[in-house]
């Protein structure tokens, strides 16, 4: 285990449960219903992935975990938190999110920096350490207009990381790099996820990046987005020499299936 790493929790429980959860919206053009009956629910360590076709409330059920949306029925409910309330979470997106006039570290320390206004010394050597965990050690004075797509988007995991979050939320991160690149990013974020056992909810178009990190699969419908098959990955890890894999190749399969539905 790095130094940085959370000691593996003994008793998981759930961290976020979704109860009958529906999220309409309101428009010019009449009412559009984005999930329907959702019950689903992320327990502390797990790495739960979310893959369906574009506009089936993907985004919609990450930004009800991110309270930047309220559902229109049900209840999103933090039961393994103190006070009920949202706990840590990190998030990272398709689009990096880095402030270009800010070196890859002070683009880590940016959220505490919000958070309490200043940051410690040791603050700046956990940016260090996440530097090189993410695989950018010796850039981390470099703009994010010196970096490569992919290490941009290494720089905007390490910032999701930095709180040690009990969640973090992934909206195709991956999505916008080339084949070898993400390969690469994958597997890494596999290793660190491995080592930190932080809950992960990936929302991906990629069935093989779902497969290759997941725990379980949900896959979702078309408008308006329900729950149309759970499938739990129980595939040894790391899965980095998957290729080839028939049993990996069955679940992609299936995947494939559920989604051509
Ligand atoms: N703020 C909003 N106002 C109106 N409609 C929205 C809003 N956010 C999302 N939608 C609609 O809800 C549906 C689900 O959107 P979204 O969650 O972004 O899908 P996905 O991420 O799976 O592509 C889409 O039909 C989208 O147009
Ligand atoms: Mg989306």
């Keep these: 285990m790095s130094e ?92 990096h999110r880095l402030l270009p006039w800010m070196n890859v570290q002070k683009n880590i320390l940016l959220p505490t920096l919000m958070q309490k206004g200043s940051y410690s010394a040791e603050d700046e050597k956990r940016a260090l350490l996440l530097c090189e965990m993410v695989g950018l050690k010796g850039f981390e004075g470099r703009g994010p207009a010196e970096l490569s797509g992919g290490m941009r988007q290494r720089a905007s995991f390490a910032r999701a990381l930095f709180s040690q979050p ?25 290793r660190i996820w491995m080592d930190q056992k932080f809950g992960a909810f990936l929302i991906t178009h990629s ?8 725990d379980r699969v949900i896959v979702m419908s078309a408008r308006p987005g329900r729950v149309v098959a759970e499938i739990p990955i129980t595939l040894e890890r790391p899965r980095t020499n998957f290729l080839g894999d028939p049993q990996f190749a069955r679940l992609c399969d299936e995947l494939r299936q559920h989604l051509e539905l």
């Design 4 to 95: 940085l790493a959370k000691k593996p929790s003994s008793n998981a429980q759930p961290i976020v449960r979704f109860e009958n959860v529906a999220k309409h919206f309101e428009t010019s053009t009449g009412t559009t219903i984005a999930l329907q009956n959702i019950n689903q629910h992320i327990m502390a360590g797990e790495f739960v992935a979310v893959i369906g076709p574009s506009g089936c409330g993907k985004s919609t059920l990450l930004r009800l975990l991110c309270g930047l949306e309220q559902p229109t029925s049900g209840e999103v409910s933090w039961p393994s938190s103190a006070d009920k309330s949202t706990p840590d979470i990190g998030v990272a997106f398709q689009e």
């Design 166 to 190: 009990s969640l973090l939320l992934l909206d195709e991160p991956f999505g916008a790099l080339d084949a070898l690149t993400r390969e690469k990013i994958i597997a890494d974020a596999e």
């Design 207 to 214: 069935i093989s990046e779902a497969v290759h990190l997941a």
